[in-house]
């Protein structure tokens, strides 16, 4: 299941490091290193320990890829819209399409599952750094790495002896400066409660993505259940459905995806000259592919839908990332940063030439990232032949030698999102399959070894008609009889899936040990010495590129100057009347337009402020103050795209949808009066 | 027709310039200026001027964008199979598909016009940089790109009178440091007399292409004709059916395209920065878009495939480009010969600081980059529109004040192009021209005045169905009447793609003379003072940019090393039966599998040689020393992509399609019995 959208699907984000140390609103922080000082600086507050211990407890991270939070005390969680649209098409059918006409749960009792969906809350940090760096010792190469993820295995697996409501997960922070034990509460069974139209939701569709005045509905409440009634959540952030005020201070707590801010000029080098233009053209192809079979029926444009969405938000940040790092000003700050913490940490013996060591591992990858890039073809159903392949193979071992993601630690969540039940879409899992097996070869060449290897003598079409035509792996019933028959039962499958992904294991298995040997280890090596170096020249302002973990982010309500105009801070519900259009995606949605008359038109719509975040971000909760929430972040504005590498508190922006318009929807718009009474904290 | 893939979607290639001088096989020299010097240096022998002259006159350019040669007395023309394909396409029908089954006109009555080509023979160049450097005087800006292109217009209308027979086309070479008047004999009635199957002309599809070993039969003949009869053609070349020998030197002579050796340091940025990612991108989602809509049915397989052909060669261009320009040794290479002229260019202070000059320029082309290159939608029926508007307006303008594509000289090709039938095909119109629109969007944003007039409240796709539905530019004689018609006929027009190119026009004259303005007024003469420098600095071993007119290149038949393997010259008819798969594109063809025991699998296939050429130059004679024809260039190897900006002998190869493989196709494949004689001089 690597190289999933989920992550990229959702909003990116960015800050600008003129050094390397944080500057203004920038950073991604920690809940155990927030920068209170430093915040109390520029606003004359900060939050306590109190304030930040409650509002941790609130937090929720969802394992498709997004952020959340509790808003009741019975387990009622806001998030996007654009985070449960994979939900809602999975429980779509021809006749009852969720996406279009929205959901809402007339009781609790109709709240519907989504499947793979896992809600999970921070229970406890701690450090591990010397435990796991003890076990790497002097090792180097693929046995450094070997260590490390032996070791990693371990603390996971005894941090968290009950599997079925904890989860363990050590983050490498800092590149392998630090490595810290994260404990989660988790909670497997997700419900959808309420979510409006998708035109509504995504108005302006992908031309307004990461613009901003904008004009979505991005928002909806999930429920968390367990043993099938809905959890208490006595830790939960009060909902204040009021509009923000310019200025005022606000946090977005949630769990960014990844940042490369700590990359050094090499690193970037390879993303600039190898990496993005792969990117652009194969996920510009894909997005091709998808718009013109989309046109043929308005069912394939439904089903389609989530998969278009996903790859056109990927693209946008992709093209984002090329023209931070083809814009000279924006690479002359990344490399003075670099050249300052260079100069800062001259005469330190200690730590040798890490952007040397750096520049020889990016060098080696280059050798090898093609063919890396594309051993594992893309689609969910080989996702769950590869999954079955290995899971069968790696449970047979010792938990310390297991592939990463087949640990005694992340096998339940694994195992959930191979067996939940969910929706298999053949025309899109073979145009999904045709056209990665097609860019392998491209970029491969027709005559390269692996490329025979993965095609054999078939056409890259051919061989996905094939592969999914006579698969039975969308039966999860099979999928469970191959999970529960381990390796014998894969060895005897004659599902051509599965014999595929057999096929392939070998060579992506050593491609892994390669990269792991020629770039991850150093790498990793070097980067825990820079980590040193740059908290010896910046201190603690120092924060660690984001990881798909728990970050406070803090900052205020402010637009920005674009080509010399002021950008207004907010909207209102009344501008989409003003904006729509009649042809998609600015359609007005059909129960705007209905209830038109009874809408307060002067509702904050979507609002912007100057938050540090990154896709994964999606759906955090954007907290004042006072601890109540305000908002859902959903996007950031166009300059953000280049928060991958860098932030600019001039610029980057936090795009935000209002509590007050959620209210708003909840009441005119898409009623849902028990979800209202439960906010306002009635009692059912 | 402005941005047309004729050019980009022949094949591109390479040298690479240490300096701006010459080296080794690099060059792509006019007839004027052939380094019969340096060749000899080289090659211990040179063409002298006979030589020359003979060559010249038999070598064809045909304005489809590719280059040809005769090779009988009677108008036979030897090219690329993929430089007639889109004839073969608009002459097929459902039932009768010339493009997957080729052609053999029974006889020549039966030979059959391709639409919209013209083959044009250059008989005279002559200087006339005094004449328009004068007429420019000291004007700048859009002032002097006017003075310019009227005296253009009118040397062009001076020097052909007889504009049925000839056709005048002043050139300029180091982008502004010369201009040479061409006089070509130009033929507007040309026929397709044979053409090999799809399969085995483009055997290896898209992923062979760039690249060799090579088993493609990408040969075609045409012929000239006038008043109904095939031309007399005693100036063409003496066919020779014959295997290269390794090392022999070989001349390629064709209109190789465009080449961009002569950018500065800042305009290559731009393309690396600006042009190039949107380009990537933009032309992957077409292809994508193309793939999914042609595997719908076998017709639309069959409608779309010459549009997927260009875009995919011409994306793979552009990824090669972008190749180049990302890889630090090829930049540095062109850093250095730009600081070696910088050197030895010191203290002339004539020269100014042409690179300041085109600094600035660059700049302000950053601003109006993307509003030009999206205001013209991609469509041949907008293409209709577009011209027919334009010559409408332009023709009431005296000669040399109207735009250069509507003077006296061009507009009898452009009348030809507008008014010779050629079926449309409307899904195929639809889908680029919702395309262009869709990435017009996209790159100005929603809000943007120019997609405000480009889309009104439209969304791309339905308004590319409206104009595509509605409009009658597909009927040749609507189009004849609105040209005949003139202003008062376009003005009277209800059609709605009339109105739409109407709507656009004054948007694009205006960015247009924001170009000639800011762009290409300033850069012409920076140019032409840096071309001064150029000759200072290196003498008669300077060549210009191409210009997709004739030149000529020398070289010989050789292989290169590839990753420390020797990668043969040459292949034989017998490797394509040991190549092929059974899928498609590497499925053999019916008509070798058919004749396999008959065939001569010895014969030489297709060669390679060390020739610097580009898109254009598909088609191209590769003559031998004794000047006869022994191939066709029709491709250049994987290095040679970067050809755009600079040529490696080490790397770059020319691609052959050899005769001696013709003549057994001829002979053995797809007989042809008559041609056979006739290329062998037998009178008939």
């Not at 006579?470 to 060895?491: C, E, N, S, V």
């Not at 728990?550 to 674009?562: D, F, M, N, P, Q």
């Not at 950031?636 to 509590?659: E, M, P, Q």
């Amino acid at each position: 299941m690597r190289h999933s959208l989920a992550l990229a699907a959702s909003a990116a984000f960015s800050l600008f490091a003129l050094s390397s140390a944080a500057r203004a609103d920038e950073g991604m922080w920690t809940f155990d290193a927030f920068p209170a000082e430093q915040m109390r600086a520029g606003y004359g507050w900060a939050p306590d320990q109190a304030w930040l211990d409650k509002v941790r407890a609130s937090a929720v991270r969802l394992t498709g890829g997004c952020s959340a939070s509790f808003v009741s005390d019975a387990g009622l969680i806001l998030t996007n819209h654009h985070c449960v649209v994979s939900c809602l098409q999975d429980l779509s059918t021809g006749s009852s399409d969720l996406v279009a006409n929205g959901f809402t749960a007339a009781a609790r009792n109709a709240e519907r599952k989504c499947p793979g969906q896992q809600a999970e809350v921070v229970t406890a940090i701690s450090d591990v750094t010397n435990d796991v760096q003890r076990a790497i010792g002097n090792a180097t190469g693929e046995a450094a790495v070997k260590a490390r993820d032996a070791r990693i295995a371990e603390i996971e697996k005894a941090g968290c002896a009950d599997t079925a409501r904890t989860r363990c997960q050590v983050v490498r922070l800092y590149g392998g400066g630090q490595y810290k034990l994260y404990t989660y509460r988790k909670y497997d069974d997700v419900r959808i409660a309420w979510a409006p139209e998708f035109a509504a939701a995504f108005f302006g569709g992908d031309p307004d993505n990461f613009n901003f005045p904008r004009y979505a509905l991005d928002a909806a409440f999930l429920r968390a259940y367990e043993n099938g009634r809905p959890v208490a959540s006595p830790s939960h952030l009060k909902w204040n459905p009021r509009a923000p005020v310019d200025g005022e201070a606000t946090f977005v707590v949630g769990n960014p995806g990844s940042t490369q801010r700590l990359l050094t000029q090499d690193q970037l080098a390879f993303q600039r000259e190898v990496a993005l233009p792969i990117t652009l053209a194969t996920y510009s192809e894909l997005r091709g592919r998808l718009l013109s079979a989309m046109a043929q029926t308005p069912e394939k444009a439904r089903e389609g839908a989530d998969a278009l969405f996903g790859v056109e938000n990927s693209l946008k940040v992709f093209i984002g990332r090329v023209k931070a790092l083809n814009d000279p000003a924006f690479t002359a700050k990344l490399a003075a940063a670099e050249a300052d913490l260079k100069q800062r940490s001259a005469g330190n013996a200690a730590l040798g030439n890490p952007w040397a060591e750096i520049a020889q591992a990016v060098s080696a990858y280059r050798d090898i990232y093609v063919p890396y890039r594309f051993i594992t073809p893309q689609s969910d159903l080989y996702g769950y032949a590869e999954a079955l392949v290995r899971a069968a193979e790696e449970r047979t071992k010792p938990n310390g030698e297991r592939l990463p993601g087949y640990t005694d630690s992340a096998l339940p969540l694994l195992e959930k999102q191979v067996l939940d039940a969910k929706p298999i879409t053949p025309w899109l899992e073979e145009l999904t399959l045709g056209w990665s097996l097609s860019k392998a070869r491209e970029y491969l060449g027709a005559d390269d070894p692996q490329t025979r290897l993965m095609l054999g003598r078939d056409s890259p079409e051919g061989l996905a008609k094939q592969l999914v035509s006579g698969t039975r792996l969308a039966d999860p019933a099979y999928r469970k009889q191959l999970w529960d028959g381990g390796a014998a039962a894969i060895a005897a499958s004659n599902d051509p899936m599965i014999q595929y992904a057999r096929r392939l294991d070998a060579r992506d298995r050593e491609l892994t040990r390669l990269f792991n040997e020629r770039y991850d280890a150093p790498v990793t090596a070097a980067q825990a010495r820079l980590a040193t170096a740059r908290f010896g020249a910046y201190g603690a302002t120092v924060y660690p590129d984001a990881t798909f973990t728990l970050r406070i982010s803090y900052g205020k309500v402010a637009g920005w100057t674009e080509r010399g105009q002021q950008v207004p801070t907010r909207t209102t519900l009344g501008g989409a009347f003003e904006r729509a259009t009649g042809a998609d995606p600015f359609k007005l949605p059909a129960a705007f337009a209905g209830n038109e008359a009874r809408i307060d038109k002067a509702t904050t719509y979507d609002f912007v402020t100057t938050n540090d975040i990154i896709g994964g971000n999606s759906g955090s909760p954007v907290i004042d103050s006072a601890g109540t929430v305000i908002g859902a972040a959903f996007d950031g504005n166009i300059h953000s795209l280049g928060g991958n590498y860098g932030y600019d508190a001039n610029l980057n922006r936090t795009v935000v949808v209002s509590t007050a318009a959620v209210q708003e929807a909840l009441e005119t718009i898409y009623p849902a009066p028990a979800l209202v009474a439960e906010l306002k904290g009635k009692r059912r």
